[in-house]
């Protein structure tokens, strides 16, 4: 049996359930530069049904990516401690976010400035990058494309 395709339009977001709204919306603001574009306090039968909790409740921050139309969504639950992050390697599902940047170094020294504590930069493949945590340990990839390119697609001429 042959389906359609689904007609898919592009990526639209990434959601990161946060701990602390204010400190993670300081760091994906105030040091990796971010715009925050909604502040929304969430409620009703919609997020029950998501959630699958009645009652729930909770606060999204769209923070949009410069030089793209993607954003990174911070979601907080008030009625429930969020879950345990689980480490980046060796495990399935969410490994890691990644943004793109013209200048490696430049972007390393400044982020160390800020205090954000970047591991140093390697190369993996031609492609340059280095990982920092997040306030809750969610690992950011920052990463530079040999050429200019922005995305893996670019670079790999998809």
Not at 15 to 34: T, W
Not at 116 to 144: C, K, N, S, W, Y
Not at 148 to 155: E, K, M, N, R
């Amino acid at each position: 049996m042959v389906t359609a395709a689904l007609d898919l339009r592009g990526f639209s977001h990434v959601c990161i359930n946060v701990s602390d709204m204010e400190r993670s919306l300081a760091f994906y603001r105030d040091v990796l530069g971010l715009r925050v574009i909604f502040d929304v306090e969430l409620a009703g039968q919609g997020l029950d049904a998501v959630t699958g909790d009645a009652g729930a409740r909770g606060r999204m921050v769209g923070c949009l990516v410069p030089g793209s139309r993607v954003t990174i969504e911070l979601l907080s639950f008030g009625h429930r401690a969020p879950a345990p992050r689980r480490g980046r390697a060796g495990g399935s599902g969410y490994s890691n976010i990644a943004l793109t940047v013209g200048d490696l170094a430049a972007a390393w020294a400044a982020l160390d400035a800020r205090g954000a504590r970047p591991q140093p930069p390697v190369e993996v493949g031609g492609v340059r990058m280095f990982f920092l945590g997040d306030p809750d340990g969610t690992p950011i990839e920052i990463i530079e494309f040999p050429g200019g390119a922005l995305s893996s697609a670019d670079h790999n001429r998809a």
